[in-house]
């Protein structure tokens, strides 16, 4: 089942985290994930939560999603992530239509 990870960004050092988005894509495709959402424009609806920046990535499994997370070679791209931003983010997992 597909799980969703949808992030909440704020951008403290565009230029680390411009950094961070040249790097990241490859390897979230690696473990099979792929965007959703990658920082588009944000609409308000009926809503008091501001949100600057959203993230939402989709993975086929929670397994591939934490190997990603796990992975060596993210390692190094998310302390580039953290020293540039701080967010809070969740994981869902999507709906099983069979």
Known sequence: MSVYSIT??????WDAYNEYMRLVPPIIK???GRY?????EIHSDTTTWK???V?????PTI?????????EEYKPVAAIRQGAST?????VEGFDQN
């Open 36 to 40: 959703i959402v990658r920082g588009g």
């Open 87 to 91: 967010s809070e983010s969740f994981v």
């Open 51 to 53: 949100p600057n920046r």
């Open 63 to 71: 397994e591939q999603m934490k190997e990603f997370r796990e992975s």
């Open 55 to 59: 993230v939402i990535l989709e993975f």
């Open 8 to 13: 909440s960004i704020n951008v403290k050092d």
């Open 30 to 32: 690696k473990f099979g």
